[in-house]
């Protein structure tokens, strides 16, 4: 039955042939919706895959029953039933068609994410800014992992020169955050903390590094590495993931704290700990302090 999570509900007619299907564990009052949209063969998955079999291409049929898929996670079904209504030409003035899309795009192979890829600021429009540079990242950085079959443990740095040239030419908006993400999970699987920390310094600068990045670069460092020159890169990036921050985390001024005591500031690592708890203590998180 080609199950690709659990919980997975299948429903069957009473002759033993399959419906429809539903996902993931819920509460009665919706659990009782999801078995209405089984003995209903408007909402029945496959009853639906049945008549776009027999030769249904209504866009609007088309369109429900990509979500439909998409909610079943068949991902090639999706992939197929979007590709076939976007055929349709439906308008990205309207936002109805903007989520939809947004929706049902699963990867750089689908329509939909050259759609998004021409038109961002469309999308931005019924789309978290942050949320859809993330969703297209993650295609982008899927796809290209997949091209080279995750060969970045052979890269020398001619390559990784190379290869990021060449990614920044085709992805201009995301290649430096692919080429960290890949340069950090290599360097960090090969304990190679030299060239993990040089990845970050020429990544730190970029306008889409976050404070938690940061923070978890620098954590890294601190359980993994005792050279003192690496540990000082760790303790500048820890101290710019909250210094100019009004609210300042607590958690990173830790792993600040933490790094400044393992290079041997005792005192000053005692200071920011206290600030640290200070700080968390205000957030009303005082019992992990006792």
């Known amino acids: 039955y080609n199950i690709q999570a659990y919980p997975t509900y299948l429903f069957f007619s009473p002759d033993g042939e399959l419906v429809h299907l539903e996902l993931g564990s819920s509460e009665a009052d919706a659990f009782l919706v999801k078995a209405a949209n089984a003995i209903n063969p ?11 079999e027999a030769g249904n291409r209504e866009p609007e049929f ?8 998409k909610n079943a996670f068949d991902q090639a079904a999706t992939s197929k039933y979007a590709k076939a209504y976007l055929a349709s030409k439906p308008s ?73 040239a060449a ?13 960290t993400d ?12 030299k060239s993990y920390a040089l990845a970050v310094d020429q990544y730190a600068t970029s306008k889409h590094i976050t404070n938690a990045q940061l923070n978890d670069f620098a954590w890294t460092i601190f359980k ?4 003192k020159t690496i540990l000082t890169a760790a303790a500048a990036w820890s101290k710019q993931s909250f210094e100019k921050e009004a609210k ?43």
Not at 224 to 227: M, S
Not at 276 to 283: P, S, T, Y
């Open 62 to 69: 088309l369109k429900k029953l990509a979500i439909v898929a």
């Open 42 to 52: 408007e909402t029945q998955y496959f009853t639906q895959v049945k008549k776009y």
């Open 182 to 193: 890949y340069k950090t999970s290599t360097f960090r699987n090969k304990q190679d903390w």
């Open 167 to 179: 990614l920044a030419t085709q992805y201009p908006d995301y290649a430096d955050e692919i080429i």
């Open 224 to 227: 993994k590495c005792d050279d």
């Open 248 to 290: 300042k985390n607590p958690t990173y001024m830790d792993t600040y704290a933490n790094l400044l005591y393992k290079l041997g500031q005792k005192e000053n690592a005692l200071l920011w700990e206290q600030k640290a708890m200070a700080e968390d203590i205000a957030l009303g998180h005082d019992t992990i302090w006792e």
């Open 92 to 164: 990205l003035e309207n936002k109805e068609t903007l989520h939809f899309i947004y929706e049902t795009t699963t990867s750089s192979h689908d329509e939909g994410f050259s759609i998004m890829m021409s038109n961002p600021a469309k999308f931005e429009t019924v789309v978290d800014k942050k949320e859809l540079h993330d969703a297209l990242k993650g295609f982008i950085s899927i796809a290209e992992a997949e091209k080279i079959d995750y060969a970045f443990q052979k890269f020398d740095n001619i390559q990784w020169k190379t290869y990021s």
